[in-house]
């Protein structure tokens, strides 16, 4: 079954500690998307990749970084930087522009809540 | 740029009643329009999409939406509310050769019985 899984469901992190999320698809997808998720500020835009070992900033891009050095696998490091980095953080991936399917919709995961205190 | 305003964040209906839920959207081309469905603690499920023809488009759970070039909207609607429908709804946008989303702030939707 195809899907994407992101990994844990649930982290909690002292104030001042990297941590970093797990997002892995089977999709055979090019393109995956790290979106935040805040009550009533809808999905904004952290980081995305549409190929191998190439990402771009999104709209909120600071205190995060990425990789994306295996098609499956796009990992999400929060750091010490984020000022507010309490949210729930979803994964999502897509066919992107080399796929040429630029009206496809995403697929995404079920999301990791990070608690930081 | 592409941008997304849902109007309404909370939205309540009687089982039975009909579902509105309002998405109005900007875009300097023609756009790619989306809706999504949460559920709480979960990742987003696609309800339904408009790329090109049909501008009446009919979705999963017995959603449908309309695209209106004219009033740059596409609202989402179902006839009758089921208590399963309960959840928080997106509208998204995307624009030809931008693979990205651009997201609404959101309508959650509770039915009451």
């Known amino acids: 079954d195809g899907g994407i899984t992101q990994s844990p469901k649930y982290l909690f992190r002292k104030e001042g500690q990297n941590v970093t999320l797990s997002c892995e698809q089977n999709?055979?997808?090019?393109?995956m998307y790290w979106y935040r998720q805040d009550p009533g500020q809808g999905l904004r835009l952290i980081y995305y990749?549409?190929?191998?070992?190439?990402?771009q900033k999104g709209d909120i891009a600071e205190g995060y970084s990425v990789s994306r050095e295996k098609k499956e696998s796009f990992p999400l490091t929060v750091t010490s930087a984020q000022k507010n980095p309490t949210a729930f953080y979803l994964c999502?991936?897509?066919?992107?522009?080399?796929?040429?399917?630029?009206?496809?919709?995403?697929?995404f995961g079920n999301g990791t809540r990070l608690t930081v205190t | 740029a592409q941008s997304v305003t849902q109007l309404g964040s909370h939205v309540s209906v009687s089982e039975g009643a009909l579902v509105l839920l309002r998405c109005n959207y900007s875009?300097?081309?023609?756009?790619?329009l989306f809706w999504y469905v949460q559920y709480p603690n979960q990742g987003l499920q696609l309800l339904l999409k408009?790329?090109?023809?049909?501008?009446l488009v009919k979705g999963i759970n017995g959603f449908e939406a309309e695209f209106k070039k004219s009033e740059t909207s596409f609202h989402l609607t179902k006839p009758s509310a089921h208590m399963s429908d309960a959840a928080e709804y997106f509208c998204?946008?995307?624009?030809?050769?931008?693979?990205?989303?651009?997201f609404g702030a959101g309508t959650t939707v509770t039915v009451r019985a």
């Open positions: 998204a946008v995307s624009e030809m050769d931008d693979y990205k989303l651009s």
């Open positions: 999502a991936s897509g066919p992107g522009q080399h796929q040429s399917s630029y009206n496809s919709p995403l697929h």
């Open positions: 875009s300097s081309v023609p756009p790619y």
């Open positions: 990749s549409q190929i191998v070992n190439d990402f």
């Open positions: 408009y790329t090109t023809g049909a501008t």
């Open positions: 999709l055979n997808h090019d393109a």
